[in-house]
DNA sequence: ATCCTCCCCTAC
DNA sequence: TAAGGTAGGGGAGGAT
């Protein structure tokens, strides 16, 4: 777990870093030889609250602080807490005496904090970050503007937080980073407090000596227009915290003389300077992509994420679908034949019992759940070392740069360090120059991508042999829910009167089977929900368990800070320590909810105050529906002109279909982000290729294909993209990162779903798309019309009207800059539209100022605060083309998930695409392109299959091929019986899974009727209707299965966000017991008979399907109520009876 | 009062 | 040389 983001992307090891370098140099060299072992340390030690002087000799304890304290730090100011918590930090990279340096301060600082209560207003406003070693010492200054009230800043994470920056010395990186900042020496702040008023910064601005190299920091500001808006202001550099300071903008900036350019890499202007590298290594190379995505660490991590959810869900799906596929335990069914990275081939076998609670349904935050969260301990490293045992015991870093010694200067990023290399203060993320700075003898190791994706698969099939229900989190992290295993050795453990934990025991079987495969050490967490699991984690790391229980959870909160849970990183920090005065876990728990919700924000609010108290009410997730895929690379953009830029657009789309194809699924919006150099920084950053210091802007726009339809066309999404970014009119030379995203996505297969009610426009073809592009794919050779480098669109339509039929809205409400934004291929069709309607656009009547801005003439900036003229709306392929095929995002799989948006019962409109297909009785398309042919080759009837809503044909669908597929197909699929999994596949002497067990029965027999309110609202019942329909085509194309566990994931959502009154109103509770009082009679209707059929003892012959079926039917029913309950016991006190 | 869009933020 | 990707949660504020 670890991994805190480092900053944004160069910042982060800021202040830990910089004191960790500071720390080494001053006092003194290394010892190297003080690494021990950590292990021990973390127990006691995290807890340690304030007392001041705790010696720190031992570099364990460093160690395992840092770890947890990690970055952050001094946060709030409350003297105790506070002072330890700086001591923690730089106690982490100490070494020897360094420790007791700090140790002694620590103590001084205490006392200083106990009598600064109220001091003057002098720095009120301020916010400072002191960095690196300074004079008058970290704490004294901290002290100093706590004293005074100013705020002190321990991170620069924000820099948007963060008013003034303190330094004695920048090391050249840092001279970059800060350029736009204002730095100034300590003297400002010691001067200021002896005169009594506060003097101005720039007397004491800091100049740096020289500079040398390091990372940089650069991060954009984030200047966004939608299409729709107006392009012609330029960019205000949004406030982009992390690099202007206060400063906002880019002209403040420069005035800064220091700051007026930022550092660059020597070793990148050489190499740039040589057209030939500059051709082979930067994004104008033709395999520049690929190579990069080849060696780029970070989108392995999100490709194998994805993946990984992929696996688990289809392993899940398999499951449900009681298909066996021949796996005994779980285990990888399949592998990549070829090696390769990617996960994909690979299929996980799930063991358990298909008609398994898989824990979801379990209440919230009930404690009766049992989470393990499984996390290798430095992954890449561990991986590593497999193969190089001699290297184990030494601080081991993975990233690119390979030199033995070399990489005094490398600007190569850590992927991970080993245990004995965070001793030293490397943290993943830092910079290999970073890190030899830290520790010399450093040993660096290679990636071994396939290795990591080996091993992570070895794991999760350990995983999935012994979890209810899997949640992956990342290549070498899973949340797991094993409440029935374990619940099934507790009471094996309390009739033999054991007294070990079982769930820590559990826990270490299943590190010993990670080990076993991997040879590499998973640490697990447990406790009873997810939040606490990954707190736990902490002190498991590494190679342990540690199990969280209730009773001590407020002490080991207590002395925590935020950043410590997850989801709360440095900005919400910074929040805290503005608005809070502290970070500390123990102090927040304090404050009230509506202090913690004015103060963060509402959800984040209370979903603090709730995990301050240990409770969290999240389940784990397997099976969410994707919304968006995304392309996009902020390295190595170097572009000498337009025809380069687009050539990569058209390589990029390329990659954004391929991704978008690979899970079936087209999209009909398009955001471009684009990364400009900012116009202060060096052309070369500090980093090598990297992107440094950029203005970040991004541009939204409908994405149609041919027919008006969502798409994954690549030259469709090149066109768009080109066309996009051409409206920025940058600079071809200054950019420096590109992106691509697809959202309001829609299968592949459901496209042809139109509502027949709505029109579609009548567009001549489609392919007149991708007409004006002259090349196949890879580049567009041409542009399509205006290839006028700078910018903008073209044409503008000028169509006559007449009446429409289709939706068409008239022309003058069209947005002019949507328009243009349309390949021309579209733009046409649009005016033969209208010019065949002979609609008469109030020509540049719509668009003010639009007309004019086209173009292209002036480059400044196009994108910028937004315009007033167009709204975004219109902007819209909805404002556009509002009668567009109201695809909506069928995304077929979820049932629920379609009934149970964010908020309450109500379904919007858009978001009722189900409904539309529900309540026109037939749905019009049968499902996506299935023939009934196909269908009767699948033992599927058309005529039924037909009637069912989208996502039950799907189920159906998957189910029959895979029956189909594996053969296993028994008999017809309507015999299938809920299965359990061969005997429970537990480890050794282990007890037997056995199906869920039902929670308690609060309800009562049948009879419908009665409850809490009536329905107040027609349009709420209708709607609850609607939900009753989709659930009696669930229940009965399921009757011969056990349900889904996803449907029922949704359908459990469903209704408890019904009945959470923080979400839906009080006819959301009565939507919620419509809902289940409709399922209750269903279940009656099909399983009256195993209603209340006890499952405790185990069969493990099914001896009646039907009557298993049932049962898990009731089971789920059972689950799901509990669930509503439990909210409804918070929110009314009691349950609720469907009676 | 909601809903929806456009972000920021977080995580690995 | 180095490979700073990506997806989802949630908040602010406008549209409905
Ligand atoms: N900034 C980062 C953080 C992580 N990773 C990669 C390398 C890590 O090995 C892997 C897993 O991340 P973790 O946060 O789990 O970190 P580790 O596994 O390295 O250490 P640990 O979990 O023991 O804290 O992800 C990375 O490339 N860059
Ligand atoms: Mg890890």
Same mark, same amino acid.
């Given at each position: =777990?670890?991994?805190?983001?480092?900053?944004?992307?160069?910042?982060?090891?800021?202040?830990?870093?910089?004191?960790?370098?500071?720390?080494?140099?001053?006092?003194?060299?290394?010892?190297?030889?003080?690494?021990?072992?950590?292990?021990?340390?973390?127990?006691?030690?995290?807890?340690?609250?304030?007392?001041?002087?705790?010696?720190?000799?031992?570099?364990?304890?460093?160690?395992?602080?840092?770890?947890?304290?990690?970055?952050?730090?001094?946060?709030?100011?409350?003297?105790?807490?506070?002072?330890?918590?700086?001591?923690?930090?730089?106690?982490?990279?100490?070494?020897?005496?360094?420790?007791?340096?700090?140790?002694?301060?620590?103590?001084?600082?205490?006392?200083?904090?106990?009598?600064?209560?109220?001091?003057?207003?002098?720095?009120?406003?301020?916010?400072?970050?002191?960095?690196?070693?300074?004079?008058?010492?970290?704490?004294?200054?901290?002290?100093?503007?706590?004293?005074?009230?100013?705020?002190?800043?321990?991170?620069?994470?924000?820099?948007?937080?963060?008013?003034?920056?303190?330094?004695? /010395?920048?090391?050249?990186?840092?001279?970059?980073?800060?350029?736009?900042?204002?730095?100034?020496?300590?003297?400002?702040? %010691?001067?200021?407090?002896?005169?009594?008023?506060?003097? &101005?910064?720039?007397?004491?601005?800091?100049?740096?000596?020289?500079?040398?190299?390091?990372?940089?920091?650069?991060?954009?500001?984030?200047?966004?227009?939608?299409?729709?808006?107006?392009?012609?202001?330029?960019?205000?550099?949004?406030?982009?915290?992390?690099?202007?300071?206060?400063?906002?903008?880019?002209?403040?900036?420069?005035?800064?003389?220091?700051?007026?350019?930022?550092?660059?890499?020597?070793?990148?202007?050489?190499? @740039?300077?040589?057209?030939?590298?500059?051709?082979?290594?930067?994004?104008?190379?033709?395999?520049?992509?690929?190579?990069?995505?080849?060696?780029?660490?970070?989108?392995?991590?999100?490709?194998?994420?994805?993946?990984?959810?992929?696996?688990?869900?289809?392993?899940?799906?398999?499951?449900?679908?009681?298909?066996?596929?021949?796996? *005994?335990?779980?285990?990888?069914?399949?592998?990549? #034949?070829?090696?390769?990275?990617?996960?994909?081939?690979?299929?996980?076998?799930?063991?358990?019992?298909?008609?398994?609670?898989?824990?979801?349904?379990?209440?919230?935050?009930?404690?009766?759940?049992?989470? @393990?969260?499984?996390?290798?301990?430095?992954?890449?490293?561990?991986?590593?070392?497999?193969?190089?045992?001699?290297?184990?015991?030494?601080?081991?870093?993975?990233?690119?740069?390979?030199?033995?010694?070399?990489?005094?200067?490398?600007? /190569?990023?850590?992927?991970?360090?080993?245990?004995?290399?965070?001793?030293?203060?490397?943290?993943?993320?830092?910079?290999?120059?970073?890190?030899?700075?830290?520790?010399?003898?450093?040993?660096?190791?290679?990636?071994?991508?396939?290795?990591?994706?080996?091993?992570?698969?070895?794991?999760?099939?350990?995983?999935?042999?012994?979890?209810?229900?899997?949640?992956?989190?990342?290549?070498?992290?899973?949340?797991?829910?094993?409440?029935?295993?374990?619940? *099934?050795?507790?009471?094996?453990?309390?009739?033999?009167?054991?007294?070990?934990?079982?769930?820590?025991?559990?826990?270490?079987?299943?590190?010993?089977?990670?080990?076993?495969?991997?040879?590499?050490?998973?640490?697990?967490?447990?406790?009873?929900?997810?939040?606490?699991?990954?707190?736990?984690?902490?002190?498991?790391?590494?190679?342990?368990?540690?199990?969280?229980?209730?009773?001590?959870?407020?002490?080991?909160?207590?002395?925590?800070?935020?950043?410590?849970?997850?989801?709360?990183?440095?900005?919400?920090?910074?929040?805290?320590?503005?608005?809070?005065?502290?970070?500390?876990?123990?102090? %927040?728990?304090?404050?009230?909810? #509506?202090?913690?919700?004015?103060?963060?924000?509402?959800?984040?609010?209370?979903?603090?105050?709730?995990?301050?108290?240990?409770?969290?009410?999240?389940?784990?997730?397997?099976?969410?529906?994707?919304?968006?895929?995304?392309?996009?690379?902020?390295?190595?953009?170097?572009?000498?002109?337009?025809?380069?830029?687009?050539?990569?657009?058209?390589?990029?789309?390329?990659?954004?279909?391929?991704?978008?194809?690979?899970?079936? =699924?087209?999209?009909?919006?398009?955001?471009?982000?684009? @990364?400009?150099?900012? &116009?202060? !920084?060096?052309?070369?950053?500090?980093?090598?290729?990297?992107?440094?210091?950029?203005?970040?802007?991004?541009?939204?726009?409908?994405?149609?294909?041919?027919?008006?339809?969502?798409?994954?066309?690549?030259?469709?999404?090149?066109?768009?993209?080109?066309?996009?970014?051409?409206?920025?009119?940058?600079?071809?030379?200054?950019?420096?990162?590109?992106?691509?995203?697809?959202?309001?996505?829609?299968?592949?297969?459901?496209?042809?779903?139109?509502?027949?009610?709505?029109?579609?426009?009548?567009?001549?073809?489609?392919?007149?798309?991708?007409?004006?592009?002259?090349?196949?794919?890879?580049?567009?050779?041409?542009? &399509?019309?205006?290839?006028?480098?700078?910018?903008?669109?073209?044409?503008?339509?000028?169509?006559?009207?007449?009446?429409?039929?289709?939706?068409?809205?008239?022309? #003058?409400?069209?947005?002019?800059?949507?328009?243009?934004?349309?390949?021309?291929?579209?733009?046409?069709?649009?005016?033969?539209?209208?010019?065949?309607?002979?609609?008469?656009?109030?020509?540049?009547?719509?668009?003010?100022?639009?007309?004019?801005?086209?173009?292209?003439?002036?480059?400044?900036?196009?994108?910028?605060?937004?315009?007033?003229?167009?709204?975004?709306?219109?902007?819209?392929?909805?404002?556009?083309?509002?009668?567009?095929?109201?695809?909506?995002?069928?995304?077929?799989?979820?049932?629920?998930?379609?009934?149970?948006?964010?908020?309450?019962?109500?379904?919007?409109?858009?978001?009722?695409?189900?409904?539309?297909?529900?309540?026109?009785?037939?749905?019009?398309?049968?499902?996506?392109?299935?023939?009934?042919?196909?269908?009767?080759?699948?033992?599927?009837?058309?005529?039924?299959?037909?009637?069912?809503?989208?996502?039950?044909?799907?189920?159906?669908?998957?189910?029959?091929?895979?029956?189909?597929?594996?053969?296993?197909?028994?008999? !017809?699929?309507?015999?299938?019986?809920?299965?359990?999994?061969?005997?429970?596949?537990?480890?050794?002497?282990?007890?037997?899974?056995?199906?869920?067990? &039902?929670?308690?029965?609060?309800?009562?027999?049948?009879?419908?009727?009665?409850?809490?309110? #009536?329905?107040?609202?027609?349009?709420?019942?209708?709607?609850?209707?609607?939900?009753?329909?989709?659930?009696?085509?669930?229940?009965?194309?399921?009757?011969?299965?056990?349900?889904?566990?996803?449907?029922?994931?949704?359908?459990?959502?469903?209704i408890l966000n019904s009945v959470d009154g923080a979400k839906a109103g009080d006819r959301g509770v009565e939507t919620a017991v419509m809902v289940m009082k409709w399922w209750l009679v269903?279940?009656?209707?099909?399983? !009256?008979?195993?209603?209340?059929?006890?499952?405790?003892?185990?069969?493990?012959?099914?001896?009646?399907?039907?009557?298993?079926?049932?049962?898990?039917?009731?089971?789920?029913?059972?689950?799901?109520?509990?669930? =509503?309950?439990?909210?409804?016991?918070?929110?009314?006190?009691?349950?609720?009876?469907?009676?």
């Amino acid at each position: =777990m670890a991994s805190q983001d480092s900053s944004e992307y160069y910042f982060d090891d800021d202040s830990q870093i910089l004191n960790a370098l500071e720390g080494v140099t001053l006092p003194g060299d290394v010892e190297p030889e003080q690494i021990e072992e950590l292990k021990d340390s973390q127990e006691s030690e995290e807890l340690e609250p304030p007392p001041p002087a705790q010696p720190q000799t031992h570099l364990k304890r460093t160690f395992s602080q840092s770890q947890e304290d990690d970055d952050d730090e001094g946060e709030g100011r409350e003297s105790d807490v506070q002072v330890e918590d700086d001591e923690a930090v730089y106690g982490a990279s100490r070494f020897g005496d360094f420790g007791q340096y700090m140790r002694r301060k620590r103590a001084k600082l205490q006392i200083q904090n106990a009598d600064i209560s109220e001091g003057s207003r002098l720095f009120k406003g301020l916010a400072i970050y002191i960095n690196g070693w300074t004079q008058p010492s970290v704490q004294e200054l901290r002290q100093l503007i706590i004293e005074h009230g100013g705020i002190f800043q321990p991170y620069l994470d924000n820099k948007g937080l963060v008013t003034h920056i303190i330094t004695c /010395s920048l090391t050249p990186a840092k001279i970059k980073e800060f350029k736009h900042m204002k730095v100034a020496r300590p003297e400002w702040l %010691l001067e200021s407090v002896k005169a009594g008023v506060l003097l &101005p910064w720039r007397e004491f601005q800091y100049i740096p000596e020289e500079r040398s190299e390091s990372s940089q920091g650069g991060k954009p500001k984030q200047l966004q227009s939608s299409l729709l808006v107006q392009p012609s202001l330029p960019v205000k550099p949004a406030q982009d915290p992390l690099y202007t300071t206060d400063i906002k903008t880019s002209a403040e900036a420069a005035a800064i003389p220091s700051y007026a350019s930022d550092i660059s890499n020597p070793n990148a202007r050489k190499a @740039m300077a040589n057209p030939e590298w500059r051709k082979a290594h930067t994004s104008v190379s033709a395999d520049f992509i690929e190579g990069y995505y080849k060696n780029s660490r970070l989108h392995h991590l999100s490709t194998w994420k994805s993946e990984l959810k992929d696996l688990v869900q289809e392993a899940q799906e398999r499951a449900e679908a009681n298909v066996q596929s021949a796996a *005994q335990g779980g285990h990888i069914g399949k592998v990549p #034949s070829e090696g390769g990275v990617s996960m994909r081939g690979a299929a996980l076998v799930p063991p358990k019992s298909p008609s398994r609670w898989k824990g979801k349904g379990k209440a919230l935050d009930d404690h009766d759940r049992v989470i @393990m969260h499984c996390d290798f301990d430095c992954f890449f490293v561990s991986a590593g070392l497999v193969s190089r045992p001699e290297l184990k015991g030494k601080p081991v870093v993975v990233c690119h740069s390979q030199g033995g010694t070399g990489g005094a200067s490398s600007t /190569s990023e850590i992927a991970s360090a080993s245990y004995e290399a965070r001793s030293f203060g490397i943290k993943n993320g830092m910079s290999l120059q970073q890190g030899r700075a830290l520790c010399p003898d450093l040993v660096t190791i290679p990636y071994e991508f396939e290795r990591y994706k080996q091993f992570s698969l070895k794991f999760y099939t350990v995983l999935m042999s012994h979890a209810d229900d899997l949640q992956a989190v990342s290549v070498d992290e899973a949340l797991i829910d094993v409440t029935e295993v374990v619940s *099934q050795l507790r009471r094996q453990a309390a009739a033999e009167g054991s007294q070990y934990d079982p769930a820590k025991d559990y826990a270490e079987t299943i590190r010993a089977e990670v080990r076993k495969v991997t040879g590499c050490e998973v640490s697990i967490g447990i406790a009873h929900n997810i939040l606490l699991a990954r707190l736990a984690t902490r002190k498991a790391k590494p190679g342990g368990s540690y199990h969280l229980l209730p009773e001590d959870v407020a002490e080991y909160l207590a002395p925590l800070e935020l950043t410590n849970l997850h989801g709360f990183g440095r900005h919400t920090k910074q929040k805290a320590i503005e608005k809070l005065g502290t970070v500390n876990l123990g102090e %927040l728990a304090k404050k009230s909810k #509506s202090q913690l919700s004015d103060a963060l924000g509402k959800g984040t609010g209370e979903k603090l105050y709730n995990g301050l108290r240990g409770i969290d009410d999240q389940q784990l997730e397997s099976d969410k529906p994707r919304k968006s895929v995304s392309c996009e690379i902020n390295y190595g953009i170097r572009f000498e002109n337009n025809e380069q830029a687009e050539q990569f657009i058209y390589q990029m789309a390329a990659e954004v279909k391929r991704r978008l194809d690979a899970i079936d =699924m087209v999209g009909r919006s398009i955001t471009m982000k684009i @990364m400009k150099r900012d &116009p202060t !920084a060096p052309l070369e950053p500090a980093k090598f290729l990297g992107h440094g210091p950029c203005d970040l802007f991004s541009k939204q726009g409908p994405l149609i294909g041919p027919g008006g339809k969502a798409t994954s066309d690549d030259q469709v999404i090149a066109e768009f993209s080109w066309r996009l970014l051409k409206s920025f009119a940058f600079d071809p030379k200054e950019l420096r990162g590109i992106g691509i995203q697809i959202t309001k996505l829609e299968s592949a297969n459901a496209a042809p779903n139109i509502p027949a009610g709505q029109a579609l426009l009548p567009f001549k073809r489609l392919e007149g798309i991708s007409t004006s592009k002259v090349t196949g794919k890879a580049g567009p050779s041409h542009v &399509p019309q205006n290839s006028a480098q700078a910018m903008p669109p073209p044409p503008l339509p000028e169509p006559t009207k007449q009446s429409n039929v289709l939706e068409l809205p008239s022309f #003058s409400q069209v947005d002019m800059s949507v328009f243009e934004a349309l390949p021309p291929s579209l733009q046409q069709e649009l005016k033969d539209e209208y010019s065949r309607r002979s609609e008469t656009p109030g020509a540049g009547g719509a668009g003010p100022e639009r007309a004019a801005g086209p173009s292209g003439i002036n480059p400044p900036r196009p994108a910028s605060p937004t315009k007033p003229a167009f709204n975004r709306r219109s902007a819209t392929p909805a404002g556009l083309f509002p009668a567009k095929p109201a695809t909506k995002g069928i995304n077929v799989k979820r049932i629920t998930h379609q009934l149970a948006p964010n908020s309450n019962a109500s379904i919007s409109p858009q978001k009722s695409a189900l409904y539309a297909l529900l309540r026109k009785k037939p749905p019009k398309l049968v499902t996506s392109r299935v023939t009934e042919a196909k269908l009767r080759d699948l033992g599927i009837d058309p005529e039924v299959f037909a009637m069912l809503p989208k996502q039950v044909q799907d189920e159906q669908l998957v189910r029959a091929r895979i029956l189909k597929e594996k053969g296993t197909l028994p008999e !017809a699929p309507t015999q299938r019986k809920v299965l359990k999994p061969k005997k429970p596949t537990l480890p050794p002497g282990f007890v037997v899974y056995r199906a869920p067990p &039902p929670k308690a029965r609060y309800y009562n027999p049948p009879a419908l009727r009665r409850q809490g309110k #009536s329905k107040k609202e027609k349009l709420v019942f209708t709607e609850a209707d609607d939900v009753q329909n989709v659930l009696e085509k669930w229940v009965t194309a399921y009757k011969h299965w056990a349900p889904r566990e996803k449907d029922v994931e949704y359908l459990s959502k469903f209704i408890l966000n019904s009945v959470d009154g923080a979400k839906a109103g009080d006819r959301g509770v009565e939507t919620a017991v419509m809902v289940m009082k409709w399922w209750l009679v269903l279940l009656r209707r099909f399983w !009256a008979g195993s209603e209340f059929v006890d499952d405790e003892e185990d069969e493990d012959i099914d001896g009646s399907q039907v009557d298993q079926v049932g049962k898990a039917w009731w089971g789920t029913f059972r689950g799901v109520k509990a669930q =509503m309950d439990v909210v409804a016991r918070k929110r009314f006190g009691g349950c609720i009876s469907l009676r």
